[in-house]
């Protein structure tokens, strides 16, 4: 096995780089838990258990970056020194900020599930588009700044996504109620 200061590319054998196959993650994952299993250790002590407990631990850590393509997208561009820092910086382009305005209103002004319907495929678009972008600067143009602009955008869509689930959800709720 790598050592537990391994990248997690490094830690699951995988190209540094956002295009990743899903299945190919888990299995990874899968073989990494069966190596690294506490259990397998019962027979060398406490030691060598905790030892395995934090790898198994370094190992799901690994595997919640790399299974998501937005946290695998912030990862990679903080490898290479250009942190997203969300928290921080919140400047967005004017057009994405419009756009988010216009989102947020569409779903303030939501009369029936169709108009839901169709903000959700909105966004599901733009998450595709987002996702093409960053595996674009990523992969090809190793433009990590661009890319991290690209996070953050995409983290609004992926946190508007949830509140138009949570709209579907009350909207559900209040139709069993009548």
């Known amino acids: 096995m790598t050592s537990l200061q391994s990248n997690d590319f490094e830690l699951f054998g995988l190209p540094q780089q956002f295009a990743q196959d899903r299945a190919a993650i888990d299995a990874r994952w899968k073989e990494l838990q069966r190596e690294a299993h506490p259990d397998k250790f019962a027979a060398q002590g406490a030691a060598a258990q905790r030892v395995a407990m934090q790898w198994s631990v370094r190992i799901n850590e690994a595997y919640q970056r790399l299974k998501d393509p937005l946290k695998r997208a912030a990862y990679l561009c903080e490898l290479q020194g250009v942190p997203v820092n969300a928290e ?55 433009d990590y700044p ?33």
């Not at 009369?111 to 998450?127: N, T, V």
């Not at 949830?162 to 559900?172: G, K, S, T, V």
């Open 146 to 178: 661009g890319a991290v602009a690209q996070v953050r955008a995409l983290m609004f869509v992926e946190r508007f996504a949830r509140d138009i689930e949570a709209r579907y959800e009350q909207m559900d709720n209040a139709a069993r109620r009548q």
């Open 88 to 142: 921080n910086n919140t400047a967005m382009p004017a057009e994405f900020l419009m756009q988010q305005m216009e989102w947020r209103e569409a779903l303030d002004d939501v009369a029936g599930s169709e108009d839901l319907d169709d903000i959700s495929d909105q966004i599901a678009r733009s998450r595709r588009d987002l996702l093409q972008k960053c595996e674009q600067l990523l992969d090809v143009a190793h």
